[in-house]
């Protein structure tokens, strides 16, 4: 479990397709704190499984599923990448509940500048928009972010300056896609709801 708060930005220093899956290695340092193999560490919003590492990489396996579900096929050896540490019981819950399982990705359709804040147009999958609510949650490429604005086919959410230099999204151009995960929340109140219909 994540909270969406990204703790560095890495680089992606190796990518190795094995057939349908794939291998990565990412240049880091704040993040191998404390981290072991075996440990898991959200890479623009993914969660992997650290299967080793040293004093400024670690390595994880990339199944097909998330490589047909995220935007991993944009990556390549020099892409900068979010990533958070999961959290611990003890430290402070600064976002909001976030699994690392990728839900799909959305479109950037346009991004403006008002005043200190950044705006970016987003357009998901239909069959996921039904889970973003104005004023909700959702994680893009692994940041917490708060929903400003909804309607039938997109999204809005607006950065402060500090988001737009912590985080990869002040890189991303409209066109690009970026990786989304939903409030687990509703999804979970929806299942139990159908379960009673």
Known sequence: MFTGIIEEIGTIRNIEIRGPS???????????????????????????????????SFTADIMNETIKRTAFHSMRVGTKVNLERAMKVDGRFGGHMVSGHIDGTATIQSIEQQGNATWYSLKPPSDLLRYIVEKGSVALDGTSLTVAYVDRDKFKVSIIPHTSEATVLSEKRPGQKVNIEVDIVGKYIEKLIEGRI
């Open 22 to 56: 794939a291998r990565i290695t990412i240049s880091s340092s704040r993040v191998l704190e404390d981290s072991s193999v075996g440990d898991s560490i959200s890479v623009n919003g993914i969660c992997l499984t650290v299967t080793s590492m040293n004093s400024g």
